[in-house]
Every structure is written in C-alpha cells, then in structure tokens.
C-alpha cells in the first residue's frame, strides 16, 4: 500500500512578498502564487515596514484561495499548515501567522511554524529529488548571508554569516548609489552585461578571526569612495562598470568562503539558496568552483530563490515529520535564529 500523501498549505509573508502554495510530501509544487509589493516599495527606495503589513493584510485570502484553487484543492483536504514565524519585519509576519492560526484552529489541522532561512534552504530540495543531508549551502538573501552545515532535515549549523551587510543588502545599496534603485540584485547583474568587472579594483573583505564570515560594509564604502572620488576630479562615472567590478567582488568572496568550506568539511554536495542565489554570474562561478572540487552543486530556479511560500511547504514538511506542532501561542520572531525552537 502506497503511504498516505501529506498536503500542507504554506504561508510567507516576512517582508515584501504575500505568498501561499500548496506542496505535496516536502517535494511536490501543487501550486505557488506570489504577490509582490516590490513596485509599491520602489517608490520609496526600500521595504517600508507598515506599508508591508497593510499590503500583506489586503493581499493573504486572495493569494490563499488561489493556491488552494490552483492545486485543486480546499482547506478541507489539508494535513497540516505551515508558516514563516521568523526572522523578518514582525508586523508582516504577525499577518501570515495570524492567518495560519485561524485556519488551524477553524480545520482543526496541525500547524507548523517554519524559520524563514530553513525555507531558503529547503527551497534546493523541490527541483532536486535525489538530494538529501547532510550538505553544504551558502544562503544569500536581502537579510542573511549564512555558509551552513545541512546535518539533517531540521539539524543545522551555521558556519560563517555577515558581520555587517547582507550581500543582497549590499547590492541594493550599491545600485541606490549608482542611481539603479530598488531592488538592486536584479538591476545590477542587468547592468552589469555591459560593463568590465576588471575595471576598478575593489576590496575583497576577510574576515580575520572568521573564515567563513563575510564583511560587506568595506566594499559598499569602497563604491561610494571611488562615486565620490569620480564626482570631484570629474571624472564620468560609467555605472555599467561599477556594477560589473562590485558584483565580481561579492561573487568572489562568498565563492572564496565556499570553497574553503568545501575543503575544511570535505563536502561532497554544496547548495545555494536566498536572493542572491538568482544571480547568473554567481550561479556559473559557484559551479565553476564545485565542477574543480568534484563537488556536486544544487540551486533552485530563480522563482524559489527569491522568497516565496513552496520553499516554507518543502520544510514545513519535514518539520511536520519530525512532530513539530505549534499551538495558538505561536509567536512572530523577527529575530529567530535557525536552529532555535
Ligand atoms: O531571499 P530574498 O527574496 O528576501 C530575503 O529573505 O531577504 O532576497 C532578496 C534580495 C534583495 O537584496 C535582492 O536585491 C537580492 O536578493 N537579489 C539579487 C538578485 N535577485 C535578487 N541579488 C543579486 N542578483 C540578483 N539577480
Ligand atoms: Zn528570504
């Protein structure tokens, strides 16, 4: 006898984006509806927190009755309902947790907290069904930058992180100073295809007493020097350049602490995951670098880099399966640690 499916709805909303999917044994995407607020925060240059919530409260039945629509399904038909409770802005994620209640207590249906990174990491797992723990991955978002150790579904060691800026944080700050605006991931590496990453020579951080802790805030300042520098000699400043030389040197640190972690741990799969984690230019050198460790390398497609709800479903699943169950007392936290209960 084939084992029972589990079905679980999932719910995200720790920043700008109202997601909901229904995911199907960790793996399966039934459906995964996002609705992005990123052109309302372009206007104001970033994520405002109180227009994030009002959003996510206008948008979360409309994206959940499209995923449950999507899937053919119906909250009747659910095991269980998992959400992002943290890390991430606490009035937009008090709204995906408040919803989770509600259907929980209403379907009298387990519900699953997930932990926003966790989700990032799990993103690896629906487009790769062969792969399994233990692994490296480097989860590089807007908010996190993260080298951990995958022991285990649900077990995680956190190797080296940012003792500054996130590298998704760095590139929205570096293209705002370039006039790209936001977000500023995709607009650099569009730039970027047109401009020398030889062309200025900017500074790759280490991290003394961390080798695999990152350091952004040097290079965001170096930008903003060489800006300043070009704006009092006159010199034209040739933004495709810029873009090109500053993403190079992101993409050479977080691939220098990868692979040196590839080395110390003797990783046999390494993984990506997180925002960043779409940039092509990242991507190919992150693979360059696996192809000459003999090192097998994962991503997810684009869509389930960036956040969205099926990569909360894929570990919401695991978490389930592990007996995690929260009760109405569960909480936002957005400062949540991964590997914290
Ligand atoms: O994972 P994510 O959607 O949200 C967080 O959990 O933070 O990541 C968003 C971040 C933003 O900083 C954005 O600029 C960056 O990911 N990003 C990129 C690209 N696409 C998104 N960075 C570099 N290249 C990209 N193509
Ligand atoms: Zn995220």
Avoid: W
């Amino acid at each position: 006898m084939m084992p029972r499916q589990i079905k679980i709805l999932a719910i995200e909303s720790s920043c700008d984006e109202t997601a909901a999917a229904v995911v199907v044994d960790g793996r399966t995407v039934c459906s995964n509806i996002i609705s992005s607020q990123i052109a309302l925060h372009t206007l104001y240059g970033g994520v405002v927190p109180e227009i994030a919530s009002r959003k996510h409260i206008e948008k979360i039945n409309q994206v959940i009755e499209e995923a449950l629509r999507e899937a053919d399904t119906t909250l009747d038909d659910l095991d269980a309902v998992g959400v992002t409770y943290g890390p991430g802005l606490v009035g937009a994620l008090l709204v995906g947790v408040a919803e989770a209640k509600a259907i929980s207590y209403g379907k009298k249906i387990p519900l699953v907290g997930v932990h926003h990174i966790e989700g990032h990491i799990c993103a690896n797992y629906i487009e790769n069904k062969e792969l399994e723990p233990p692994f490296l991955c480097l989860v590089v978002s807007g908010g996190h930058t993260h080298l951990v150790k995958v022991q285990d579904y649900g077990t995680y060691e956190v190797i080296g992180r940012t003792r500054d800026d996130a590298a998704g944080e760095a590139f929205d700050k570096v293209a705002r100073a370039i006039g790209l605006g936001y977000p500023g991931g995709p607009k650099i590496e569009k730039v970027s295809r047109e401009g020398d990453p030889h062309a200025i020579e900017f500074p790759r951080a280490k991290v003394a007493d961390g080798p695999y802790d990152f350091s952004f805030s040097g290079l965001k300042s170096a930008v903003l020097n060489y800006l300043n520098g070009c704006k009092m000699k006159g010199i034209p400043v040739v933004q495709a350049d810029v873009a090109a030389s500053f993403q190079k040197a992101v993409v050479d640190v977080l691939v220098g602490n990868a692979v040196k972690a590839i080395e110390e741990f003797q990783a046999e799969r390494f993984a990506i995951a997180g925002g960043v984690a779409s940039n092509g230019v990242f991507r190919e050198a992150m693979r360059d670098a696996c192809t000459k460790k003999g090192v097998k390398f994962y991503h997810p497609s684009p869509v389930l880099c960036t956040d969205n709800a099926a990569m909360i479903g894929a570990a919401a699943y695991y978490d389930f399966m592990a007996g995690r169950r929260d009760g109405m007392d569960l909480n936002a936290i957005p400062n949540l640690k991964l590997g914290e209960r």
